[in-house]
């Protein structure tokens, strides 16, 4: 395999003991753990260090590498402009690997720059690297709002562009973990912090990556982490890979959690594919659910696949109910990708015939037409989730104590402009939030005279 091994490391400038000023004595134990990142890559002498960082150029929706020939930095933004870096890219790398990318329709490459002088969370691990081996070119990578399955997937094409070009390759995954640790931190405390600390070093000490695809959105948010995603990328290097990882060490001092793992690949293991894991259980899900969301998931896939709607009847699922034919209704299809919302398209009162036609149309726009999202990809077919709300008839109230955020749809007018927002919704807990989503969905101000209106669903999942 090219991918000799990766470390997943942490970026706190304090640990540069020109920027510490004897600050860095607090965390001896995470430099003693950088020392020895480095000595194990110098022992391996890559031709190429891939270095995924969350403080390079990203973007929500793209993942960008950094082009040209290489790039300078310095830490004068930490007050110590005299610690600099020369760094040469692996030109030859980042265009491979744009290609593949460009190839297989996955959204990344070298367009975009605005930034070009290297961010702190590559010249961290470079300050140690640097010490004890100075060969090898470096890639740097920005990671994305995306998710975590792309993140992984971006992983498998880094592996696939060493692999083509037949280099000797180290990835270096820079992350610190946690910002909620301590009340004295810098973004105070959350109990959610120390939990998401112990189960991401718990999950590197397994090398169980799999499990780093589980972790909730919400929950890392709440955790201020900024690596995991960083993490996830260098997981997908090693994908159907047998994995040696060791933990190094992990400490808290600052309120930040630095943790430092090193990973080896020991041979093939076909049942560490966890994309496929993924997508397997999905089909398996999707197999049992009722039939309007079959005919969502066939209309969705029948178009990414082909530009063409669903044939009716010849195309159509076995055994819809009978409803979908006889039945006019308002109906969303919302999808979503790895906990993520990944579109959502519908209609408050029917504006078809059949709800056949209403979910079929509405499915197709939810992946290919919603304004904040790209067209669904091929590749991600297999990753999505799908559910069908129909909608109940819309009935005025008013005020928002006739409202309940789990039971009740909303809708919020005035004049022509309306904003819609579906009930029982994850992080949305309170009727008032319910209704300021609404309205800003509908461009209304709290200060306008506004309309009211709830609405009943039935989801199908």
């Not at 995306?146 to 990835?171: C, Q």
Request: proline share 5%.
């Amino acid at each position: 395999m090219s991918i000799k091994a990766a470390f997943m490391v942490p970026h706190p400038p304090l640990i540069v003991p020109e920027v510490g000023k004897g600050g860095e004595k607090e965390i001896e134990e995470t430099t003693a753990s950088y020392k020895k990142v480095a000595e194990e890559i110098a022992k391996i002498e890559p031709d190429t260090i891939v270095i995924t960082s969350p403080h390079a150029v990203m973007y929500q929706d793209y993942f960008h590498i950094s082009p040209g020939r290489g790039a300078k930095g310095d830490f004068a933004n930490f007050r110590a402009p005299q610690v600099r870096f020369d760094e040469k890219y692996d030109q030859e790398f980042a265009d491979k690997l744009a290609d593949i990318l460009w190839d297989e329709g996955f959204p990344g490459g070298l367009q975009g720059e605005r930034d070009k002088d290297l961010d702190h969370g590559t010249m961290v691990p470079l300050y140690f690297i640097r010490k004890a081996y100075q060969g090898g070119k470096i890639v740097r990578i920005g990671l994305s709002g995306l998710p975590l399955t792309d993140h992984y997937r971006l992983g498998m094409y880094i592996r696939k562009a060493s692999e083509e070009l037949g280099r000797s390759t180290v990835f270096v995954a820079s992350g610190d973990l946690s910002h909620k640790l301590q009340d004295y931190g810098p973004y105070g405390f959350d109990p959610v912090g120390p939990e998401y600390d112990e189960k991401i070093m718990d999950v590197a000490g397994r090398a169980a990556f799999g499990e780093m695809l589980t972790f909730n959105e919400d929950f890392l948010d709440k955790a201020a982490e900024c690596g995991h995603r960083s993490f996830v990328i260098m997981a997908g290097a090693f994908d159907g890979e047998k994995v040696r990882a060791e933990v190094f060490s992990h400490q808290d001092v600052t309120g930040v959690g630095y943790g430092i793992c090193s990973f080896y690949p020991e041979g093939k293991d076909e049942g560490r594919h966890f994309l496929k894991a993924i997508a397997d259980k999905i089909r398996e899900d999707a197999e049992n659910s009722d039939g309007y969301v079959k005919l969502a998931r066939a209309s969705i896939e029948k178009y990414i696949r082909t530009g063409r709607r669903l044939k009716v009847p010849d195309e159509l699922p076995e055994g819809l109910p009978q409803a979908l034919f006889d039945e006019r209704a308002g109906a969303f299809v919302s999808v979503h990708k790895n906990g993520m919302l990944r579109g959502c398209i519908g209609t408050i009162s029917p504006v078809k015939d059949r709800l056949l036609d209403e979910i079929i149309d509405n499915a197709i726009s939810a992946t290919t037409r919603d304004p904040r999202f790209d067209k669904v990809r091929e590749d991600e077919l297999d990753f999505l989730e799908i559910n069908v709300d129909v909608l109940g008839e819309a009935e005025d109230i008013e005020s928002e104590d006739q409202l309940d955020v789990k039971r009740y749809g909303v809708i919020v007018s005035c004049g022509g402009r309306r904003g819609l927002l579906l009930p029982d919704l994850e992080g949305v807990d309170d009727v008032k939030t319910q209704v300021a989503i609404a309205r800003q969905k509908g461009g209304i101000s709290p200060s306008e005279d506004y309309k009211l209106q709830r609405f009943e669903v039935i989801r199908h999942k």
